[in-house]
């Protein structure tokens, strides 16, 4: 028997997973990259299921939703935890490459992840699945347009570390807009079609031709996050 | 080591789970609940994990979405499995209470959990597993009020067959309209409102005066769906 929660929540509006990952033996918690409209929803999960929130984690500094961290440390006196060199003033703790969380039994192990931005996570859970955030998505990836994005080094970061996970490595990202809930490392080696056939040239050539719309919330997402989700900006 | 691949599917305008269950070992495959407009992104999936799809199976006659099942049995040559007793004029197969489909060493056990329509079927997978359908929704369930749908029935279907599984049993339902991808027996026996502190009398009652709006599709979706997702209706 597995002394490990894990329940993926989706947040339709903005696309958004979070990860509720928990140690059932102690009864600590932690949430990965929490949405602010999904606050109450994630509060009445955790109560329903006896559990403390011991951290918010993030995967990086987002620009379509605000983190639902200020308002869940506001409830619950949990720490927000978010990647070394984050533009955010009100971290609890920075996380560093390799620095290991641990949940009682269980262990999250972050991995730098640069490029969607220059400050993005990835975290192995119990060395078998992997919450990917905005570097790696399903037969996807993350833009590199902006926040201090670089395509270079969002492919040094996928085909070097995040590709060189064990094959059946679980994947878990930040977003999903077709309804896939998971993916593994083999078959996102096999089939994602942002890296299979490109060299790192080709893939910076084709990152930079890429004509996206700005998310519909960045300009007030970011400076938000750089708050930890604090709206008003007090704090 | 599992030989059991399970993967939920989201189908965002309807939010109707799809659920793909494989076994690894013979590479072959079962959908549950396919959805119309989903069809190309679930038969490239079936490609890409290099799984033959043998079944189309559904929980019972839908109203708010049109089955991809004529689509992929043009595509593939799959079986149409549904609950005995729906009205569908096209079915390769009908399955009954008790009924065990085998997926080499995977089995899946229908459960007669009639209610929300005359003939739903629950799916227990390998055992510890259960595809709810609309009989029982994360903190919720399906509504009675068409489709010779009855509250009562429903109300003995989830207390007495859904509820009587082992408390650890994961719950996967046919929709799911707050971002919850999964739950317990355990958690829906002690937290789902609408059974919690109700009897039967006043479940009936309560599910009598719920105000619910036509689903917007079921003009359409019904006749389809029994004529197994073919929208021409010359099959």
Redesign the interface.
């Known amino acids: 028997v597995s002394n490990l929660l894990f ?6 509006e903005s696309s958004t997973y979070t990860y509720l990952i928990a140690d059932v033996s102690t009864s600590s918690a932690i949430l990965v990259d929490p949405v602010l409209e ?1 606050v109450d ?1 994630d509060l009445k ?1 955790l109560h ?2 006896g559990l403390t929130l011991r951290y918010c984690l993030e995967t990086h500094v987002h620009a379509d939703h605000i983190t639902g961290t200020a308002r869940l440390r506001e409830a619950t006196g949990c720490l927000g935890i978010v990647p070394e060199r984050a533009h955010t003033a009100c971290a609890d703790r920075f996380i560093q490459d390799g620095e290991l969380l641990k949940l009682g039994p269980i262990t999250i192990r972050a991995m730098a992840t640069p490029g969607h931005t220059d400050s993005h996570m990835a975290y192995l859970i119990n060395g078998d699945r992997v919450l990917t955030g905005d570097a790696l998505l399903i037969r996807g990836c993350g833009r590199t347009d902006f926040q201090s994005g670089d395509a270079g080094t969002l492919f040094d970061s996928v085909t070097e570390r995040l590709f060189t996970l064990p094959d059946e490595t679980l994947v878990y990202p930040a977003h999903d807009y ?5 993916s593994t490392i083999g ?1 996102e080696k ?2 994602n079609v942002r890296f299979v056939g490109r060299d790192r040239f080709s893939f910076i050539e084709f990152m930079t031709h890429l004509v996206l719309p700005q998310p519909k919330k960045i300009m007030e997402a970011v400076p938000a996050n750089e708050r930890c989700g604090n709206v008003a900006g007090t704090a």
């Not at 329940?7 to 339709?12: I, P, Q």
């Not at 077709?178 to 998971?182: I, L, P, S, V």
């Open positions: 329940r993926s929540l989706f947040d339709a999904q929803r999960l329903e299921l077709r309804g896939h809930t998971g078959e096999q089939w």
